[in-house]
């Protein structure tokens, strides 16, 4: 598993630097929503494992998308799912805290690591157990000036992607990547269990064209 050197010159080759949540989807809707995804540009996939037959869905999805794309899992609280992860072909493993077991291995098994943090103790302890990028989760419940408090202190190439309540708002978007977000992970705003393949993809353009104008 890359360090959080190695994935930050990964991520900077990102066009779209954003991760879909999938939450909910199931094996039957993962392949049209994965397509509607990629035709707007997200190539970061994450099926949280509190999905109906996550691992299914992640093994299908790798086999879809090959080498357009990664594909892993969310919601990842013990090595053990970490290790299903793995076998089932998943290359991220995402976690809504911050556990040096799942980190390590995710490390030992060459995946990316994303563990969920919300302090910079934790922030810390999480790169030194060797995470990829950090996920700061629940966004929501801090302001974006936390997260440039952290980047005074954390190593200037970790990656920070705020986590919960993004919206397809370049204002919200300008204000979190000013304070160091360099990317962001989509949730509920982005997919909700039952939503078609359509209905994503739409979704998913408003995420992209949010993004790109949160550089002006």
């Known amino acids: 598993m890359m360090d959080y050197r190695d994935f930050s010159t990964q991520w900077q080759q990102t066009t779209l ?10 094996p039957e809707d993962a392949p049209a929503v ?3 995804l990629l035709a707007e540009g997200f190539t970061w996939l994450e099926v949280p494992l509190n999905s109906p037959d996550a691992l299914t869905s992640i093994a299908l999805l790798r086999e879809q998308i090959g080498s357009r ?6 919601t990842v609280l ?4 970490v290790d299903a992860v793995a076998d089932a072909g998943g290359q ?3 976690s809504p ?3 040096v077991d799942v980190i390590r291995r995710s ?4 995946l990316i690591s994303m563990p969920g943090v919300i302090t910079p103790s934790e922030a810390f302890t999480a790169l030194q157990a060797g995470a990829s990028a950090l996920k700061l989760f629940p966004a929501e419940s801090v302001e974006p000036g936390t997260l440039s408090a952290w980047r005074a202190v954390l190593p200037a190439e970790v990656v920070c992607l705020p986590v919960g309540g993004i919206q397809p708002d370049a204002a919200q978007m300008r204000t979190w990547r000013n304070a160091g977000a360099q990317g962001f992970g989509l949730g ?3 997919y909700r269990r039952a939503d078609d393949a359509q209905k994503v993809q739409q979704k998913a353009r408003d995420y992209r064209e949010a993004w790109r104008n949160s550089h002006r």
């Not at 794309?69 to 969310?74: C, D, E, K, P, Q």
Request: charged share 15%; proline share 3%.
């Open 107 to 110: 490390r030992e098994r060459g």
């Open 97 to 99: 805290n911050m556990s």
């Open 17 to 26: 630097p954003l991760v879909a949540i999938l939450r909910g989807l199931t």
């Open 34 to 36: 994965a397509e509607g």
């Open 92 to 94: 991220i493993i995402i």
């Open 188 to 190: 509920g705003g982005l």
């Open 78 to 81: 013990t090595a053990q799912q």
């Open 69 to 74: 794309g990664y594909v892993g899992a969310g």
